[in-house]
Antibody, heavy 126, light 106 residues
Framework: QVQLVESGGGVVQSGGSLRLSCATS????????IHWVRQTPGRGLEWVAFIQYNGNNKYYADSVRGRFIVSRDSSKKTVYLQMNNLRPEDRAVYYC???????????????????WGQGTLVTVSS | SYELTQPPSVSVSPGQTATITCSGDRLGNKYTYWYQQRPGQSPLLIIY???KRPSGIPERFSASNSGNTTTLTISGTQAVDEADYYC?????????FGGGTKLTVL
């Protein structure tokens, strides 16, 4: 079955960096884009970033653009989220999620997040 | 930025119908999605493209989208349906989520 497994979360100081990984299995990796979505008790669910199925295009939320970089490695079927210059407000559980429809366009008005990984917690200390 | 508004909580008795609303400007002109999140778990897609149910999602889950409101309906609510529910839509450049509704089955 389709699985996404996040790793790489942890505690980092404000201004520091962290790289999250999203290892995938159970589907044709090269056909699907992958999203990152984060969740906090205060701000709820927030979309963070998206990388298209072929890696050619990447999109970011305004809150992370210029600090976060999404990439993918087809040989490892893994997507990464490099997070730089982390701020206390970046503290969240980070989920990766596969796009529901293959090779989706941007913006993906008819596309959705399915399934989600189990999440990894990122804590930024000030 | 585009905002989606949900009631923070909804209560329902077992076997009754639960209704959860999500409002946004001209939401009926967008595709909407619903996710269920049980305690300690990641979100699960339960409705896509306004009214469609993924395979494996029980028929008691249904939805509609018109005007400024999308509505999730759970018929014959069961204790296992107690969870947080989030609506979602896309604006021009970003996914937007509602703040979530905690469904209590009591």
């Amino acid at each position: 079955q389709v699985q996404l497994v996040e790793s790489g979360g942890g505690v980092v100081q404000s201004g520091g960096s962290l790289r999250l990984s999203c290892a995938t299995s159970g589907f044709t990796f090269s056909n699907y884009g992958i999203h990152w979505v984060r969740q906090t008790p205060g701000r709820g669910l927030e979309w963070v970033a998206f990388i298209q199925y072929n890696g050619n295009n990447k999109y970011y939320a305004d809150s992370v653009r210029g600090r976060f970089i999404v990439s993918r490695d087809s040989s490892k079927k893994t997507v990464y989220l490099q997070m730089n210059n982390l701020r206390p407000e970046d503290r969240a559980v980070y989920y990766c999620a596969k796009e529901g429809l293959a090779s989706g366009n941007w913006p993906p008005r008819n596309n959705y997040f399915d399934p989600w990984g189990q999440g990894t917690l990122v804590t930024v200390s000030s | 930025s585009y905002e989606l508004t949900q009631p923070p909580s909804v209560s329902v008795s077992p076997g009754q119908t639960a209704t959860i609303t999500c409002s946004g400007d001209r939401l009926g002109n967008k595709y909407t999605y619903w996710y269920q999140q049980r305690p300690g778990q990641s979100p699960l897609l339960i409705i896509y493209q306004d009214i469609k149910r993924p395979s494996g999602i029980p028929e008691r889950f249904s939805a509609s989208n018109s005007g400024n409101t999308t509505t999730l309906t759970i018929s014959g609510t069961q204790a296992v349906d107690e969870a947080d529910y989030y609506c979602q839509a896309w604006d021009s450049t970003s996914a937007r989520f509602g703040g979530g509704t905690k469904l209590t089955v009591l």
